[in-house]
């Protein structure tokens, strides 16, 4: 089965769509996904602006979630019609639509609910495909973070490699999902990935630049030890796993709360330092797992000076690589991993690993809108699949 999954993560950037194409095997203990490819496509900077202006914690309106909701579906249908026709010669069978998160709603280390927006009608009609989207709400709903979601797709992968081995996705918010020889797999967000360096860019800049390129401005910066230390002071990082973070807590705001009281930080010296508080928690999140090898995809990984400062965090522990090892482009590898949760959905598969979020058991995700033509679910097989196999 052809299937596009499309995702835009915590730095709503971009939207990105991976085709692949996925078929059970060896009685149904294996998923292999063949990747067909990758598209993206920047928000236009109108939608880009709308978006970072109603995001917390900066307040909005029931009409202006009404229009992103209807903005950005329009923007995800655009990338998976483009998709479809590049990717997969109009021969597409399916959309997995992730949507944008725009809030993830935590009390007290639990999670109560979870907003992802980019209504799902728009990419039909557009595609005359069905589509899979809002994946997070059934595992909240049991109980779960709901995130990291992709934990379920990291094990299948995970499983079988040597040691301890461990995926790091590093968005706006890293997350990992660790894989150890013995016992249940863990994952959880580890913090801020890209989320504070970008707030301070756009700060030092006044919006002219969003992003650290090649982490360029860190590398010609020093550490500020004192900034660095009230940072790690986060009581985030010291609660039990499963957890989970977002943008809720590491925005802008915090960064001006934290910079508080600490008298003048030259500008390189601020993205130096918010590059290694990325690179110390993951790799303190990672130290009770035990991991040996750490396989990293998401933006993150096209910064060089974090990719540095974590394994010099990680020196002598664990080794540090990307997810093409795996077969998957890092850029793209999330959005191949809700390709393979909607072929799941779509096959009356879970898609969640309970054990990593903490939901009360296996839980289909997502809700189903039908495209143009009758809807007609393949049967469900007798198992979930066990491995992911990426390649011919």
């Known amino acids: 089965m052809r299937v596009i999954g499309l995702m835009s993560g915590t730095s709503y950037d971009a939207v990105d769509a991976a085709a692949a194409d996925l078929t059970v095997e060896d009685g149904g203990d294996t998923l292999r996904l063949v ?76 999670v109560r609910g979870t907003l992802q927006l980019g209504r799902p009608a728009w990419i039909a009609e557009s595609t005359r495909l069905p589509v899979v989207s809002d994946f997070r709400p059934a595992d909240v709903a049991a109980g779960g973070q709901g995130a990291p979601l992709v934990s379920l797709v990291d094990v299948m992968l995970l499983r079988g490699r040597p040691g301890v081995p461990a995926a790091l996705n590093i968005g706006g918010i890293a997350n990992l999902t660790a894989v ?44 500020h030890e004192p900034l660095l230390r009230r940072l790690l002071d986060e009581p985030y990082y010291r609660l039990p796993v499963p957890k989970t973070t977002g943008k809720e807590l590491f925005h802008h705001g915090y960064l001006r709360a934290a910079l508080d009281g600490c008298g003048a ?31 990293a995809s998401g933006g993150g990984v096209r910064n060089p000076v974090l990719m540095s400062m974590l394994r010099e965090e990680l020196a002598g522990r664990a080794a540090v690589l990307t997810s093409e090892v795996l077969g998957l482009p890092g850029a793209a590898k999330e959005a191949y991993a809700f390709a ?9 598969l879970p898609g969640n690993a309970p054990e990593c979020t903490g939901a009360r058991g ?13 809807l007609r679910l393949p049967p469900c097989p007798d198992h979930p699949p066990r491995a992911l196999v990426v390649g011919p």
């Open 180 to 223: 150890p020889a013995t016992g249940a797999p863990v994952a959880f967000d580890t913090g801020p990935g890209n989320a504070l360096i970008d707030a301070a860019v756009r700060e030092l800049t006044s919006g002219r630049l969003d992003f650290d390129e090649d982490g360029a401005g860190a590398a010609a910066g020093r550490v």
């Open 340 to 348: 393979a949760l909607g072929f799941l959905t779509l096959h009356g």
């Open 35 to 110: 990747p067909l490819g990758m598209v993206s496509a920047p928000y236009g900077e109108e939608l880009r602006r709308a978006l970072a202006d109603a995001l917390p914690p900066a307040p909005t309106s029931m009409a202006e979630v009404c229009r992103l909701d209807t903005l950005i579906g329009r923007s995800f249908a655009a990338l998976a019609l483009r998709a479809d026709s590049e990717l997969c010669d109009g021969r597409a069978e399916l959309i997995a639509s992730h949507g944008q998160t725009v809030f993830h709603w935590v009390e007290q280390g639990r």
């Open 265 to 295: 930080v030259a500008p390189n010296d601020l993205l130096a330092t918010l590059t290694r508080l990325t690179a110390r928690t993951v790799a303190e999140a990672l130290a009770p797992v035990g991991a040996t090898e750490v396989i």
């Open 362 to 374: 296996p839980r289909v995700l997502g809700s189903l809108t039908p495209g143009h033509r009758p």
